[in-house]
T-cell receptor, first 115, second 113 residues
Framework: EPEVTQTPSHQVTQMGQEVILRCVPI?????FYWYRQILGQKVEFLVS????????KSEIFDDQFSVERPDGSNFTLKIRSTKLEDSAMYFC?????????????FGPGTRLTVL | GNSVTQMEGPVTLSEEAFLTINCTYT??????LFWYVQYPGEGLQLLLK?????DKGSNKGFEATYRKETTSFHLEKGSVQVSDSAVYFC????????????FGKGTLLTVNP
């Protein structure tokens, strides 16, 4: 069964450093998302991406964040200069068209720890 | 804006007990409603969904009914197993062009043998 994969599973970085979180969505999906969950809090929407551009972003997704689909398979989230409060679990999701158009399929997440 | 309120956990039950996890929502329009489950060390998996009022979603013995009059989507299972131990998330999307999800805070369920 196709699945969304994410790497790394855990990333530890120093405050101020850049990090890139990687995702491989399901191959025939067209819509891509990043969410995050700070420990003990809700899963929050960050950004959606379609047709090689951002379709919607939340207020959390400021200038420090960017997303890219550098090739036909990867979808990345970059944080330019990490802050302590960026420590969270980051989930990638993808969505197709057709019968499951309404369903998002999630990866296992990347736990980001900013020291 | 959209919001989801979920029963606070953690919830601890004995095997074969009845489970209810409450979920209520606030949304514009006609949202689709979802329950996701996260097993230890894994990602979010869709457990069940309902896309219109009075729909019942069901999977693996779990059920939830979309109640528009009470804006609720409570998760139930008649007899839980140890393997059901996980975090359960209620979520909605309001459609539009993005179908972004709004989640509740999650409820940790622990089932003891």
């Amino acid at each position: 069964e196709p699945e969304v994969t994410q790497t790394p599973s855990h990333q530890v970085t120093q405050m101020g450093q850049e990090v890139i979180l990687r995702c491989v969505p399901i191959s025939n999906h067209l819509y891509f998302y990043w969410y995050r969950q700070i420990l003990g809090q809700k899963v929050e929407f960050l950004v959606s991406f379609y047709n090689n551009e951002i379709s919607e972003k939340s207020e959390i997704f400021d200038d420090q964040f960017s997303v890219e689909r550098p090739d036909g398979s990867n979808f990345t989230l970059k944080i330019r200069s990490t802050k302590l409060e960026d420590s969270a679990m980051y989930f990638c999701a993808s969505r197709g068209a057709g019968g499951t158009y309404n369903e998002q399929f999630f990866g296992p997440g990347t736990r980001l720890t900013v020291l | 804006g959209n919001s989801v309120t979920q029963m606070e956990g953690p919830v601890t039950l004995s095997e074969e007990a009845f489970l209810t996890i409450n979920c209520t929502y606030t949304a514009t329009g006609y949202p689709s409603l979802f329950w996701y489950v996260q097993y230890p060390g894994e990602g979010l998996q869709l457990l069940l969904k309902a896309t219109k009022a009075d729909d019942k979603g069901s999977n693996k013995g779990f059920e939830a009914t979309y109640r528009k009059e009470t804006t609720s989507f409570h998760l139930e299972k008649g007899s839980v197993q140890v393997s059901d131990s996980a975090v359960y998330f209620c979520a909605l999307n309001s459609g539009g062009s993005n179908y972004k999800l709004t989640f509740g805070k999650g409820t940790l369920l622990t089932v003891n043998p």
